[in-house]
């Protein structure tokens, strides 16, 4: 049985565990607020940072890119990174893109000047980032619905890592209440079929303390 460290609103974790779900590998989480810097995680993790994925032999592995590409690997039924060069080349792009760019201009903003000033006791230090992330966000909106334009899923006819990427931070967004869904209903739709996958439920049910989701959160007509 593998052992997830997480942070339920961390994207990153999200991500490993739809795919975990996606593949029918039974895993048990572990709460870890990274904040806290403990020095047993930095056994796990010297990046200090969630998910760390712990093997029942003890072996542990971070970084969810990597995580998730060493799951599909070890459990190849029903891959999630193509099928041709091209595909991966295209999906590990895009994963990319929600992993860096997205988080970096929007999900990060969000996260550290809300539920991190929360958790840690500091004062949101610049309403300048909200502002930031709530115009960022839209550009990415813009930018999933061009993709699907002639496409069923992110990358292609199949629901990828890339797909996955990209729900797991807007799912984190929706919980605080931060995805302007009105701006695109292309991309409201095909969030709305990731949503209803059995994978995301879990997700669907997360609460943290002090942050209750809006109602439509675990709405999967929303
Ligand atoms: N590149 C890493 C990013 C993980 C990450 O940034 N996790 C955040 C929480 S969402 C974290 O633990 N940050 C702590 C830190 O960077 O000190 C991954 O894909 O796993």
Redesign the pocket.
């Given at each position: 049985m593998y052992t997830l460290y997480h942070?339920p609103?961390?994207?990153?974790?999200r991500?490993?565990r739809i795919v975990l779900k996606e593949k029918d590998v039974p895993f048990d989480l572990v709460l870890?607020n990274?904040?806290e810097?403990r020095p047993e995680f930095a056994r796990l993790n010297p990046?200090?940072?969630?998910?760390v994925l712990v093997e029942e032999d003890g072996s542990h592995l971070?970084?969810?890119?990597?995580?998730c590409e060493y799951i599909n690997e070890i459990y190849p039924d029903k891959s999630f990174i193509g099928d041709t060069p091209h595909h991966r080349a295209e999906i590990r792009r895009l994963v990319c893109w929600f992993?860096?760019k997205f988080?970096h201009e929007v999900?990060?903003y969000i996260?550290s000047q809300r539920v991190l000033c929360f958790y840690t006791g500091t004062s949101e230090t610049s309403s300048g980032s909200i502002r930031a992330a709530k115009a960022n966000i839209t550009y990415h909106l813009d930018y999933i619905a061009f993709l699907m334009r002639n496409r069923k899923w992110l990358a292609g006819e199949s629901l990828s890592l890339a797909d996955i990427a990209a729900a797991s931070q807007l799912s984190?967004l929706d919980y605080l209440g931060d995805v302007p869904w009105e701006h695109n209903q292309t991309v409201k739709d095909w969030y709305a079929l990731i949503k209803s996958r059995p994978s995301f439920r879990p997700l669907l049910a997360d609460r943290i303390s002090g942050f209750n989701p809006l109602p439509h959160y675990a709405d999967l007509d929303f």
């Open positions: 942070f609103l961390c994207p990153f974790s991500q490993v870890e990274y904040w810097r990046a200090m940072a969630v998910p971070s970084e969810s890119t990597a995580i992993n860096q988080f999900t990060n996260l984190v």
